[in-house]
């Protein structure tokens, strides 16, 4: 993990943080000082969403990256990356850049200096990295795919209540986007969205899906 601060400078009596790091099931206090809020939290490396809670109310800072989740709403973010294994790679190959000094003028090569292949290496080679890093975590799958555009419930509603023949309201991100499901009894449920000014249509499509 990675100690990353994160800061909330908008006013406010009572600030507390909560986002996908906790599954946003929990309220962590920010600290207050002078002129703003703050707290430093232990974060994994990749991808992290939140918001805060200011007097009991959500909301999100301008100060830091925004984007929207799958409802539309704006959040923030915040990308923590492992910078100390570069450092060590550049402090522990620093001297052997010493005594170089720049190309002279009009002197000019496609060859790669050893000095400099040798001070960071595997980055100059055509050869693929194949050696597997554990501390790397996979990238988050962008927030609108994480909700299944068919058969979803409205929100504060009762689902034997509902028309079945009517859905959600689908976010502008995900139309004109063909969505496939998984085999099931051999076929194969294609669905895409698309919309006309306020109108909405989703067209299905069943494939029989025969193995061999």
């Known amino acids: ?21 906790n ?55 915040v990308e923590v990356t492992d910078d100390s294994k570069k450092n060590d790679i550049f402090i522990e190959n620093i001297d052997t850049l010493n005594g170089y000094s720049e190309s002279p003028p009009e002197e000019y090569t496609d060859v790669i200096p050893s000095y400099l292949t040798s001070a960071v290496p595997n980055y100059y080679s055509d050869n693929i990295n194949t050696d597997y890093n554990e501390d790397e975590q996979p990238p988050l799958l962008p927030p609108h795919l994480e909700k299944v555009l068919l058969n979803t419930h409205h929100k504060n509603e009762d689902p034997s209540k509902e028309d079945p023949m009517v859905l959600p309201v689908p976010n502008h991100v995900v139309l004109n986007h063909l969505y496939t499901l998984s085999i099931r009894d051999g076929v194969m449920a294609l669905g895409t969205t698309s919309r006309y000014r306020k109108k909405y249509v989703t067209t299905l499509y069943y494939k029989p899906i025969e193995f061999p």
């Open 1 to 21: 993990t990675v100690p990353t601060i994160i800061t909330w400078n908008k006013g406010g009596q009572n600030v507390y943080l909560t986002g996908t790091f």
């Open 23 to 77: 599954n946003w099931s929990a309220k962590i206090p920010l600290n207050k000082s002078t002129n703003d809020f703050s707290t430093v939290i232990n974060l994994p490396v990749g991808t992290h969403r939140f918001k805060f809670i200011v007097d009991d109310v959500w909301k999100c800072s301008d100060d830091l990256p925004t984007a929207s989740d799958i409802d539309g709403n704006l959040i923030n973010y």
